[in-house]
């Protein structure tokens, strides 16, 4: 397969850019997709077969199944980073080895209703969360340590809308190819 063709399996939407002017529009406009993913996320993953599940969605990529537990899983750590970042000042965040979870039993086989459950109750809970944070609460700010890049929690924001997508758009794309 072709670089190119390659690299659009593996970012559909583009890489993600920190936008250089965030507006109130783009924040309501992100918070919306993180409140809506987890239903949009379900509705389309399951009637997926288990056969369906097991595909990855670009050759050497992880399969839905994998796909559907990441999104769960890093979800998850973005949350908890919202909270660090709202409770410490400037903390160094701790990453997670992805590629390694997502190679894990339960990633590997785990019923996907388990991280579809689990992405409903964060997202409600993140979504809450956001939608009560002032201005000075979004430019708080985390460290992750790769890098010592700096984050706002704004950006955070727009980097977790993004995410989502990003892999909401492999499986959608992979269901297209496939005619599923």
């Known amino acids: 397969m072709?670089?190119?063709?390659?690299?659009?399996l593996q970012y559909p939407i583009g890489?993600?850019?920190?936008?250089?002017s965030i507006t109130e529009k783009h924040l309501k406009?992100?918070?919306?997709i993180l409140e809506h993913l987890p239903s949009r996320l379900?509705?389309?993953?399951?009637?997926?077969s288990k056969q369906q599940l097991e595909t990855p969605y670009r050759p050497?990529?992880?399969?839905?199944?994998?796909?559907?537990?990441?999104i769960s899983d890093s979800h998850h750590h973005s949350y908890i980073r919202f909270k660090w970042g709202l409770t410490e000042d400037n903390p160094i965040i701790k990453p997670y080895l992805e590629k390694e979870w997502s190679n894990?039993?339960?990633?590997?086989?785990?019923?996907i209703d388990m991280s579809l459950n689990h992405l409903k109750a964060?997202?409600?809970?993140?979504?809450?969360?956001?939608?009560?944070?002032?201005?000075?609460d979004l430019n708080r700010k985390f460290i992750h340590p790769d890098g010592n890049e700096e984050t706002t929690l704004l950006e955070n924001?727009?980097?977790?809308?993004?995410?989502?997508?990003?892999?909401?758009?492999?499986?959608?794309?992979?269901?297209?190819?496939?005619?599923?």
């Open 29 to 32: 406009e992100w918070i919306a």
């Open 104 to 111: 894990l039993f339960d990633a590997k086989t785990a019923p």
């Open 122 to 136: 964060v997202h409600a809970k993140l979504v809450y969360l956001l939608k009560g944070l002032s201005s000075e």
């Open 2 to 8: 072709e670089n190119t063709s390659l690299e659009n």
């Open 60 to 70: 050497g990529g992880w399969t839905v199944r994998q796909l559907v537990h990441h």
């Open 15 to 20: 890489k993600y850019i920190i936008p250089s």
């Open 42 to 48: 379900e509705k389309m993953v399951t009637p997926l």
């Open 157 to 180: 924001v727009s980097r977790y809308a993004w995410h989502g997508t990003h892999h909401f758009t492999h499986i959608k794309n992979l269901i297209e190819r496939e005619n599923w």
